[in-house]
């Protein structure tokens, strides 16, 4: 069996798409596809389901996956092992980050691993902390960091710090609130136009339940995916955002919002840690958790 046949594989059954695949791995779609039938020949098994919206593995193709993930682990240790030997750290790991913790922490982050492990390599993905955990269990992603991670089969959870969660809405223009305005009551909050992600986005999950813990429910005023696209909307005056506090720092308009804490004591969401429990970790996924643990004391904690 080939090792780049089996690579090319698992990257398309993970991908669900040849043409994603080959987009990431920088090839042809006409050379992937080939490769992935030579290994289909020589197992003489279907691994993959065409169909109009990409691909799915069938049952032989679920069994290589499992396997392929580790082997190709096994060789990512083995090349990392062989670095040691000479002094350094090498290697790759996928970090996924919610949008508003991207915001703030993947520059810092970035910088320091750069740093520490010049020969290894950081890819960063940003999305909804759902989509995170799924990349995290499909193998796309080696760490990843959630809003209100729950306990899920074959993943390890952390806690890292609890985020307070601000009732963001426009300032007027040339208006300057001194001293900043007090504790505003989550019921409150219920009555007013939000500006707020779609479901099961984490944050409105977390908003949502709190608030049927007081027998209110949230006013929807739009639903938008994404930090940036929330605070547009904000800005234009469609409403208010329940957003974490760091979802504010380094906007490029930061003077066109005013945030207030929402209830006392403040309502907060956890930020977590998470990693997969069926791949052991290599020597660089080790050290980069240690970073983002560092990176997030540093960054991320309250002012």
């Not at 993970?14 to 994603?20: A, L, Q, R, Y």
């Not at 050379?31 to 020589?42: G, Y």
């Not at 970090?95 to 508003?100: F, Y």
């Not at 959630?146 to 890292?160: A, K, T």
Request: overall charge neutral; glycine content about 8%.
């Amino acid at each position: 069996m080939d090792l780049k046949q089996l690579e090319y594989f698992v990257w398309v059954a993970e991908m669900g798409s040849f043409t994603h695949a080959a987009a990431a791995l920088g090839m042809a779609q006409s050379a992937l596809s080939r490769q992935v039938r030579l290994l289909e020949v020589e197992l003489r098994q279907n691994l993959l389901v065409r169909n109009g919206r990409g691909v799915t593995p069938t049952e032989a193709g679920r069994v290589l996956i499992d396997h392929g993930r580790g082997i190709l682990h096994q060789m990512a240790r083995a090349r990392e092992d062989m670095e040691r030997l000479r002094g350094g750290v090498s290697g790759a790991v996928a970090i996924g980050l919610p949008s508003s913790v991207a915001r703030v922490m993947a520059v810092p982050l970035m910088r320091t691993f750069r740093k520490e492990m010049p020969e290894a390599r950081l890819s960063v993905s940003e999305g909804l902390s759902s989509e995170l955990l799924r990349g995290l269990v499909s193998g796309r992603l080696d760490i990843v960091v959630l809003y209100n991670g729950q306990p899920v089969r074959d993943v390890d959870v952390s806690h890292l710090i609890d985020e307070d969660l601000l009732l963001v809405r426009a300032r007027p223009p040339g208006l300057a609130e001194d001293p900043p305005p007090g504790p505003i009551p989550l019921a409150e909050v219920a009555r007013l136009p939000l500006v707020i992600p779609s479901r099961p986005n984490a944050i409105r999950m977390h908003v949502e339940t709190e608030m049927a813990l007081i027998g209110c429910r949230p006013e929807i005023a739009l639903e938008i995916d994404g930090v940036a696209g929330i605070l547009d909307m904000v800005a234009d005056g469609a409403g208010y955002a329940v957003l974490p506090r760091n979802a504010l720092r380094n906007s490029p308009v930061t003077s066109a919002y005013s945030a207030q804490v929402i209830g006392t004591p403040p309502l907060r969401v956890a930020l977590s840690l998470a990693t997969s429990l069926q791949r052991p970790a290599t020597q660089v996924q080790k050290a980069t958790l240690d970073l983002v643990r560092l990176a997030v004391s540093k960054v991320l904690r309250p002012e």
